[in-house]
């Protein structure tokens, strides 16, 4: 048995990653009995499957992507779908527009003046996401599995935006966003702020999202995923629709899934509910699955943009085992390196550097990932696979973070947040099997797989101010281990 150490960490805002050889001993060779210090790894506890990793492919992503030269965006792709990058194998793309488009569309201008779609059109679609796909697809060595979301059904069939009660200080800005934001009309139906899609209009908009699917499949683009609704009770300031969980529940079992199946998808389409904050996972899925709707949908998707609540996955999966957890959306609040999403329109000086940012975001990504592994995702899906410097471009203000910032000049950089997701989706290949352990003490988190290859992977977070070290007991042999400070390690057992 052969164990190698990969350990990334920051100099001067810069990821650095050494590679380390640790022996490996008998127990039995131990001067004395080991009991302190101790991380357990039990390989034959086996859990959930952990079925791979991605991000997101949005109409900001394929325009800054087409901006590159030629040798940056075989490099870009290399990074994240490559052997030697991220081998992402998920991409998560919006139907219609959603906040990272340049501009609202929608594939139908005007359904109410073209009830019968002939007018439906993915030429947008065209312009960045699909050439950018298909150039993906083309260096693949994996099979890539497409996940379509939803943001907002054609405003024509909607409700007008209701004064929202979602707390705006989970999307990062609280007042000072508001202050930023355009004055909402309460009037007028949009796709936008929220509002509701008519109940007369289910029928139509579940023979919309088959058209989109299907439209997407006659391009050669590999769907195998649907979720009803990105973020489903957040009325934001971007593409949204909100939805009660009765609501979807019947949109799903009398309208979505007969039209669906008549259209031959529910064989080839996983539907995902939800979609939202972690917090809500429970009570939502609690309303809408039961013995009916249980056979329509393939699992649950979650965002994590109102803290852990790992154990509501936890809770999700004891209730229903036979439903994919999948983490399909999270990114920092702000643009890269600064502190707020309006950092920048204020001049604000001063705060944490942007080195100091930019390790907190990767750490929060591996605290994440690991917590939601711990707690039964069976698949993860960063947002953005990059952005520029402003969080951007989208068709609304501010803008968020990615694991990359796109410069001005069509080159790239990487951030920190880049390689702490890579500790994860590099190691632990499709396939592999989350498996047993305990810990000493909370100093460190981590979480274990088996790979089909018979290989092992640890990911260890030290996220606190002073290196530490351990033993790690693995059926009669000890490897003994040092976890520096501000880092993350994988320890491959091969």
């Given amino acids: 048995m052969e164990a190698k150490q990969t350990i990334t960490y920051a100099v001067n805002g810069r990821a650095v990653t050494e590679e380390r050889i640790l022996p490996v001993t008998k127990e039995a060779d131990e001067a004395k009995h080991l009991e302190s210090n101790v991380i357990n790894l039990y390989p034959g506890l086996a859990y959930q499957e952990i079925e791979g990793f991605g991000g997101a492919l949005t109409d900001t992503?394929?325009?800054?992507?087409?901006?590159?030269?030629?040798?940056?965006?075989?490099?870009?792709?290399?990074?994240?779908?490559?052997?030697?990058?991220q081998r992402y194998r998920f991409l998560r793309m919006h139907m219609d527009s959603c906040d990272y488009s340049l501009e609202e569309y929608q594939a139908v201008a005007d359904p109410a003046a073209d009830p019968d779609f002939t007018t439906f059109s993915i030429e947008r679609d065209r312009k960045y996401m699909l050439p950018m796909l298909k150039d993906i697809m083309a260096m693949s060595s994996r099979p890539i599995s497409v996940l379509l979301s939803p943001w907002s059904p054609p405003k024509q069939w909607k409700t007008p935006p209701a004064k929202p009660k979602n707390d705006a200080s989970v999307y990062g800005?609280?007042?000072?966003?508001?202050?930023?934001?355009?004055e909402v009309d309460y009037d007028t139906p949009s796709r936008c702020n929220g509002g509701s899609l008519k109940k007369e209009y289910y029928k139509?908009?579940?023979?919309?999202?088959?058209?989109?699917?299907?439209?997407?499949?006659?391009e050669g683009v590999p769907v195998t995923m649907m979720s009803l609704q990105n973020e489903t009770i957040a009325a934001t300031n971007w593409d949204s629709c909100v939805w009660t969980a009765q609501e979807q529940k019947t949109f799903l079992k009398d309208y979505l899934y007969p039209v669906f199946k008549e259209?031959?998808?529910?064989?080839?389409?996983g539907l995902y509910i939800w979609d939202h904050n972690k917090e809500r996972v429970v009570e939502f899925a609690k309303e809408i699955i039961d013995s009916q709707t249980a056979g329509m949908l393939e699992g649950?998707?979650?965002?994590?943009?109102?803290g852990d609540h790992f154990e509501s996955l936890a809770i999700a999966h004891s209730l229903f085992p036979?439903?994919?957890?999948?983490?399909?959306?999270?990114?920092a609040l702000h643009p890269p390196g600064q502190t707020s999403p309006f950092a920048a329109l204020l001049g604000m000086d001063g705060g944490p550097s942007v080195a100091e940012v930019e390790y907190e975001d990767a750490a929060a990504y591996g605290h994440d990932i690991i917590g939601d592994l711990n707690n039964g995702m069976n698949r993860w899906i960063d947002w953005n696979l990059c952005v520029d410097k402003d969080g951007g471009p989208r068709h609304v203000p501010s803008g968020f973070g990615a694991p990359i910032c796109a410069n001005e000049d069509g080159t790239y950089r990487r951030l920190l947040t880049y390689d702490y997701i890579g500790h994860f989706s590099r190691y632990i290949l499709p396939g592999a099997q989350r498996i047993g352990f305990s810990r000493c003490d909370g100093k460190v988190e981590l979480t274990a797989a088996k790979n089909t290859d018979g290989s092992i992977a640890i990911v260890l977070l030290n996220h606190g101010q002073k290196d530490v070290s351990y033993a790690i007991r693995m059926e009669g042999h000890i490897t003994?281990?040092?976890l520096p400070a501000r880092t993350i390690s994988t320890i491959r057992y091969i």
């Avoid at 649950?300 to 109102?306: E, N, P, Q």
């Fill in 173 to 182: 800005a609280g007042a000072i966003m508001a202050s930023f934001l355009p």
């Fill in 204 to 218: 139509d908009w579940a023979v919309y999202l088959a058209k989109y699917v299907q439209a997407y499949l006659d």
């Fill in 480 to 482: 003994r281990i040092t």
């Fill in 322 to 331: 036979d439903m994919k957890l999948m983490g399909s959306e999270c990114c």
């Fill in 300 to 306: 649950i998707a979650f965002h994590w943009y109102s």
């Fill in 263 to 269: 259209a031959g998808l529910t064989e080839k389409i």
């Fill in 61 to 85: 992503v394929g325009y800054l992507y087409s901006k590159m030269a030629e040798a940056d965006k075989k490099q870009f792709l290399e990074d994240h779908f490559g052997e030697n990058g």
